[in-house]
């Protein structure tokens, strides 16, 4: 299947700095890609859907300031956490969609974010 | 809308038994559906997918599904569970016409040997 990388895995940061987290789709091109945030024994919730080329599409309840989205290529999405508070501590997994019509979503192997 | 249910938080089989994890859903247009796996600190894998065709859907590692439009249901099955079976499961649904998921709240399967 369709390979979908995030890095880092994990990250450790100081409460007020920034993180940057990276999403790869590895071969194949994704025009679309989806930020979501995972807590513990929980669901996925879709924080935002990115898009190449044009700015990010929020869920409702998500700072867009707080989350910022850049989608630079049509491999790489990426998510930066604005000065990180240690409620920003979780799991964050993106998502590429593939095959026709880009039905099928595939997840990235994740990234746990923990604020200190 | 869409929403998907998984009525069960748990589910615990023992090796070798029939698994079957339950999911129900609601969508107001075409329902495109989809079974994820998640082992611990990792991503999401795509296990099966109902778009269209057969009711009953083979997927990855001996799953199978049945699509049921009139119970509005998407159980996942699987004939033999083994121990590696353990894991968090999700049903996942979207609106032929729009690319977002929504997710159940997930089932947590353990096999036990």
């Known amino acids: 299947g369709a390979v979908v990388s995030q890095h880092p895995s994990w990250v450790i940061c100081k409460s007020g700095t920034s993180v940057k987290i990276e999403c790869r789709s590895l071969?194949?091109?994704?025009?679309?890609m989806f930020w979501y945030r995972q807590f513990p024994k929980q669901s996925l919730m879709l924080m935002a859907t990115s898009n190449e080329g044009s700015k990010a599409t929020y869920e409702q309840g998500v700072e867009k300031d707080k989350f910022l989205i850049n989608h630079a290529s049509l491999t790489l999405s990426t998510l930066t956490v604005t000065s990180a508070h240690p409620e920003d501590s979780s799991f964050y997994i993106c998502s590429a969609p593939l095959g026709r019509p880009r039905e099928t979503q595939y997840f990235g192997p994740g990234t746990r974010l923990l604020v200190l | 809308a869409q929403s998907v249910a998984q009525p069960e938080d748990q589910v615990n089989v023992a090796e070798g038994n029939p698994l079957t994890v339950k999911c129900t859903y609601s969508v107001s247009g075409n329902p495109y559906l989809f079974w994820y796996v998640q082992y611990p600190n990792r991503g999401l894998q795509f296990l099966l997918k109902?778009?269209?065709?057969?009711?009953l859907v083979k997927g990855s590692y001996g799953f199978e599904a049945e699509f049921n439009k009139s119970q509005t249901s998407f159980h996942l099955k699987k004939p033999s569970a083994l121990v590696s079976d353990s894991a968090l499961y999700f049903c996942a649904v979207r609106d032929g016409g729009d690319y977002k998921l929504s997710f159940g709240a997930g089932t947590t399967v353990t096999v036990r040997a």
């Open positions: 071969d194949f091109q994704a025009t679309t």
């Open positions: 109902y778009i269209t065709g057969d009711n």
